[in-house]
């Protein structure tokens, strides 16, 4: 196990979704980023409704989209990682698309979202990496960088049972591509080895929401278990001097599915005057995929979330209000690695500016984190991140009066 203990050190842009080095694990680093309304509660929101802004982080929400409204979400994401230990540090940033959504209703019971975003992010850099030769004292050195990441097409369906329950379903595909290339350096001589991993895979889930009172509402989402199809291109070059030989080269060559946990979330919502609480409760089991990594074990991961929306005083000119938001969450971890769980803690501020007198928000949202400990090979992370969404609401067939 030699990665994190050296690595790229000083200032860098990246180009790719994250620039952080835990997204080495798995498929990378989840992406967190949602449409304007739930990026700045800590990751909470599931009893949320959709009746102003998109909330697709429960599919049921979606019965309370009025009738003749149209919803439509756009957003970004800038990202700026340190990390490194006691003796290295490094620093990059990232600035990347984060979400694409749109939901109307199907009639007064029931409503429909699409949306396009990033599921995982991968980007990160090892450089100076010793290692023996097996068998003998020499030493070679390596670079191994590795980018890209999945997406996901999410179509989500809520339709109203009664009058306090709504009931909803979600579909996602999820595609990508993962690359990592690493190069040997040893006597002169360089190989160059270069993975093109390629996913494809749906999941299905389900949500519900239950007005237990006025002020009060209950929410769950359940994500089924399923695999990620998964092939490999490879390419193994040598270079010596300045002739170039290709070692190996395969196409389309069938590995080990991916196996995505099932994962079960409570939540609440509850009101009180200008002031709205959300918590939000996730466990991914984790154990059940029966995934194995070579650098860690998985397990069962925790998820807690906690976020205060307050509503400001209507304008008198706009009729609209402005809407404060802080959050909190802590997920202790899907990966253990000598014993220790790569745990997550953040701090999520943001803002919603309506847009004149249209129903349209401007939404910042502002995340600080600490990912992971400095222990033997372990590096920590420490993430800031920004994100600005603009989610637009207009009326559909709205007849027009003729004077």
């Known amino acids: 196990m030699f990665f994190f203990v050296l690595f790229t050190k000083g200032y860098a842009q990246s180009n790719n979704l994250t620039s952080s080095p835990y997204s080495l694990f798995g498929l990378g680093n989840n992406n967190d980023a949602n449409t304007g309304v739930t990026n700045s509660l800590g990751r909470a929101g599931i009893a949320l409704s959709s009746d102003k802004e998109i909330n697709n982080l429960n599919p049921a929400s979606l019965a309370s989209i009025h009738l003749n409204t149209f919803f439509l979400d756009v957003g970004g994401k800038g990202e700026w990682n340190n990390y490194g230990d006691k003796t290295n540090q490094g620093k990059a940033y990232s600035l990347v698309f984060s979400n694409l959504s749109m939901a109307f209703p199907l009639n007064s019971k029931s409503g429909l979202s699409v949306s396009l975003q990033p599921f995982t992010e991968v980007g990160y850099t090892f450089n100076g990496l010793v290692e023996n030769i097996n068998g003998t004292q020499e030493q070679y050195y390596s670079l191994i960088t590795g980018?890209?990441?999945?997406?996901?097409?999410?179509?989500?369906?809520?339709?109203?049972?009664?009058?306090?329950?709504?009931?909803?379903?979600?579909?996602?595909?999820?595609?990508?591509?993962?690359?990592?290339?690493?190069?040997?350096?040893?006597?002169?001589?360089?190989?160059?080895?270069?993975?093109?991993?390629?996913?494809?895979?749906?999941?299905?889930?389900?949500?519900?929401?239950?007005q237990v009172t006025p002020s009060l509402r209950l929410a769950s989402v359940v994500n089924i278990s399923n695999n990620l199809k998964a092939t490999r291109d490879r390419e193994v070059n040598r270079i010596v001097g300045e002739a170039y030989y290709n070692i190996e080269s395969t196409e389309d060559v069938r590995i080990d599915n991916y196996t995505l946990p099932t994962d079960l979330t409570l939540g609440l919502q509850y009101t009180f005057k200008n002031y709205s609480f959300i918590a939000d409760y996730k466990r991914s089991f984790w154990n059940a995929t029966n995934l194995k990594d070579n650098t860690g074990s998985y397990t069962d991961a925790n998820l807690f979330s906690l976020g205060l929306e307050y509503t400001g005083k209507e304008s008198l000119i706009t009729r609209n209000s402005k809407r404060y938001r802080i959050g909190y969450y802590y997920d202790d971890g899907?990966?253990?690695?000598?014993?220790?769980?790569?745990?997550?803690?953040?701090?999520?501020?943001?803002?919603?500016?309506?847009?004149?007198?249209?129903?349209?928000?401007?939404?910042?949202?502002?995340?600080?984190?600490?990912k992971g400990i400095v222990s033997n090979i372990l590096v920590q992370e420490q993430f800031h991140s920004l994100t600005v969404n603009l989610s637009f609401a207009d009326n559909w067939f709205r007849k027009r009066k003729i004077d």
């Open 147 to 210: 980018s890209g990441g999945l997406n996901k097409f999410t179509i989500n369906y809520g339709r109203k049972i009664t009058s306090k329950l709504n009931m909803g379903l979600t579909f996602k595909y999820l595609f990508g591509t993962i690359k990592q290339s690493e190069t040997v350096f040893l006597d002169g001589d360089y190989l160059l080895f270069e993975d093109t991993n390629f996913y494809k895979g749906a999941q299905l889930g389900a949500g519900l929401q239950y």
């Open 334 to 370: 899907s990966i253990k690695i000598n014993n220790n769980k790569i745990a997550t803690t953040g701090l999520t501020l943001g803002l919603g500016l309506p847009l004149g007198s249209s129903k349209n928000v401007l939404n910042f949202a502002y995340s600080y984190g600490i």
